[in-house]
Nanobody, 114 residues
């Protein structure tokens, strides 16, 4: 099973983008889904996660601006990003944790210009 992320692109500061991630097949036993990002020269960091029960967690820098949503039955997870800032620039990766196994998407580039 592979994760396919889409929706990245170039956006001016203050704009919005929605990232989407879909699995190529069924993934039973999903515990958590989420989005991570890696900015140039920095380590990968968690942006937003959501558990199978719907509990969400956001990185401090995106709280109030980003919203994560998921459909476990469809194995999809989206990230609505509002009020984008240049510091949000990076490669965004979707992630699914299921039965102690980590699935990663290939990454989608988000570039925010000032």
């Amino acid at each position: 099973v592979q994760l396919q992320a889409s929706g990245g692109g170039l956006m001016q500061a203050g704009g919005s983008l929605t990232l989407s991630c879909a699995a190529s097949g069924s993934i039973p036993g999903i515990d958590r889904m989420g989005w991570y990002r890696q900015a140039p020269g920095k380590e990968r960091e968690a942006v937003a996660t959501i558990t199978s029960g719907g509990l969400t967690n956001y990185g401090d820098s995106v709280k109030g601006r980003f919203t994560i949503s998921r459909d476990i039955r469809k194995n999809t997870v989206d990230l609505q990003m509002n009020s984008l800032q240049p510091e949000d620039t990076g490669v965004y990766y979707c992630h699914i944790l299921a039965n102690y196994f980590n699935y990663w998407g290939q990454g989608t580039l988000v570039t925010v210009s000032s």
